[in-house]
């Protein structure tokens, strides 16, 4: 290659690189403040910088009061660093000088005293715009601020789901497959009874948390979940840490990488113990009430059926008493029939009526009743019942006092009847029944009193039970357990009440209560 001829050096060049002038454009052309201030706190040099900051030629500065430069803003600013530097102390600090325009300068600044023979006879100043750096920090103490409020955005958003997961006893998990590690949530920790501080058991392990049947459907569930990614719902029974068993809400789902492989399971685990119990009590309700519905349905048929042949004994029974050769026992044997006949009839209405209640079969009306001589014509027909009993009857109604409700004459009377017949029944040999009233502006009350027997607490909680004589088909009283029942649904057809006062060993009161008839 030819040689090359290295460039010529400018003809000014030599003169500009001859000092001081080459210090001074050195010194012009420093981006920072440089300057010399004598003890006086006169300008004895300033480089260029000074025309940008403070808009004056360096030049003009020279012999210029430092305290004319800074002017009354800045100038007690600096004060104390300027009686520092006199003191012979460096000098090094922050603060903000006005720039052109209203802009905001942040400057460093030096001061360095000028010392000969121990006496400070000026100082030496250095100012750098620090501008762009504070802009910095303040954008990395907004990161900063930004992050930690987000941080503390988390920290809350975590502490908020576990106390949900907590209230609403839902565990969360992961399970990755390739490492074999698993996750579990503070509350999937408390529902199996686990240490967070303790490692879990291996998967294979957990079998011990579950019982034998649930654990093979989860395992099968999750080995099918893993072949084919296909999310899985299951209740199952697993071992609670205090002892017993409970149910749980297991749901997982498979989670794939960016390729579409499965490479983790997730899901959650909710308590449902009392609500799965609470969904076998609806379901043993349901069964139950469809047993009763049909076995009202057959007691319905039965007694329709039983219609028929006791309408036949109870007319031959009755042509019978009509044949004038019939001797005493004859007749008395026919009478025998009659009231068995009779009785017969009058359960088998009793036991159409609750069936057809509790199908929804019955209506009633609401027509103004005059309770009176309801009462008295009930006590007039069981009186010869009660005397059979050796039972006296009281009346306490006020002979001319109207009672009128608003009630189904026929029901009323039916209601009435029963209560009077089993107030003689399961009362004691001299005992008492007694009718009373009390009404105010909205209800009647009609009050059948008696001193048998009585009812326990318990035997009261069943008193409205079809069928359930309460112990008395053990005695020789006879009944069915279907009066009581069948008034209590009669009365709330009607909108009344049917209360009951009860004492084991002094006797029952029942309060029938019916709205007052406006008419």
Same mark, same amino acid.
């Given at each position: 290659m030819p040689d090359t001829e290295p460039p010529k050096p400018h003809p000014d060049t030599a003169a500009r690189h001859e000092a001081p002038d080459f210090m001074r454009m050195l010194v012009d052309h420093v981006p920072a403040m440089l300057a010399y201030w004598g003890a006086d706190l006169r300008c004895r040099f300033a480089n260029r910088a000074y025309e940008r900051w403070f808009g004056v030629s360096a030049d003009s500065l020279i012999g210029t009061s430092i305290e004319d430069l800074l002017g009354p803003e800045l100038l007690p600013q600096t004060r104390p660093y300027i009686q520092g530097v006199l003191r012979g102390e460096e000098q090094i600090f922050e603060r903000v000088m006005p720039g052109h325009g209203g802009t905001v300068r942040h400057s460093l600044a030096t001061y360095i005293p000028d010392i000969l023979d121990g006496e400070v006879v000026g100082f030496m100043t250095h100012v750098t715009e620090v501008t762009k750096l504070k802009e910095a920090e303040a954008a990395l103490r907004a990161q900063a601020t930004e992050r930690e409020r987000a941080y503390e955005c988390l920290r809350q958003s975590e502490a908020a789901l576990r106390e949900a997961q907590r209230l609403g006893q839902i565990g969360s998990w992961e399970w990755d497959l390739g490492t074999n590690v698993a996750r579990w949530s503070d509350e999937m920790y408390r529902i199996f009874g686990f240490d967070p501080a303790e490692p879990l058991p291996d998967y294979t392990e957990r079998d011990r948390l579950y019982t034998p049947n649930s654990w093979a459907r989860l395992t099968k569930q999750i080995e099918h979940t893993v072949q084919t990614g296909e999310p899985y719902l299951l209740e199952l029974e697993y071992l609670k840490p205090g002892g017993g068993t409970g149910w749980i809400e297991a749901r997982g789902l498979a989670v794939r990488d960016t390729q579409g492989h499965i490479f983790k399971l997730a899901g959650t685990l909710m308590e449902i113990t009392e609500r799965h119990h609470i969904q076998e009590a609806r379901v043993q309700r349901d069964v139950a009430q469809a047993a009763n519905r049909n076995k009202t349905m057959l007691l319905s048929r039965v007694s329709h059926e039983l219609r028929t042949p006791l309408n036949g004994i109870m007319g031959y029974a009755q042509l019978n008493l009509m044949e004038p050769n019939l001797d005493a026992t004859q007749r008395q044997r026919n009478d025998v029939i009659l009231q068995c006949g009779q009785h017969m009839v009058e359960l088998v209405d009793d036991v159409l009526d609750l069936a057809g209640a509790e199908l929804g079969r019955i209506t009633v009306e609401q027509l103004p009743v005059d309770l009176t001589p309801v009462v008295e014509a009930s006590l007039l027909r069981f009186g010869p019942m009660a005397d059979a009993m050796r039972v006296e009857l009281v009346n306490r109604l006020a002979p001319h006092d109207v009672l009128r409700a608003q009630a189904d004459p026929m029901r009323v009377r039916q209601v009435i009847n029963n209560l009077v017949s089993n107030a003689i029944k399961y009362n004691r040999p001299d005992g008492l029944v007694t009718l009373s009233t009390r009404h105010d502006?909205?209800?009647?009350?009609? *009050?059948?009193?008696? &001193?048998?027997?009585? #009812? &326990? +607490?318990?035997?009261? +909680?069943? !008193? %409205? &039970? /079809? %069928?359930? *004589? #309460?112990? +008395?088909?053990?005695?020789?009283?006879?009944? &069915? @357990?279907?009066? !009581?029942? =069948?008034? $209590?649904? #009669?009365?709330? !057809?009607?909108? @009344?009440? =049917? =209360?009951?006062?009860?004492? /084991?060993? $002094?006797?029952?009161? %029942?309060? =029938? *209560? !019916?709205?007052?008839? +406006?008419?």
């Open positions: 502006a909205a209800h009647i009350d009609i *009050r059948v009193e008696d &001193t048998g027997i009585g #009812l &326990t +607490a318990e035997q009261q +909680a069943r !008193l %409205f &039970t /079809p %069928f359930d *004589r #309460l112990g +008395a088909e053990a005695t020789r009283v006879e009944g &069915t @357990g279907v009066s !009581l029942a =069948l008034s $209590k649904v #009669l009365v709330d !057809l009607m909108g @009344g009440q =049917l =209360l009951v006062e009860s004492q /084991p060993g $002094k006797g029952s009161a %029942f309060t =029938l *209560r !019916l709205a007052c008839s +406006a008419s």
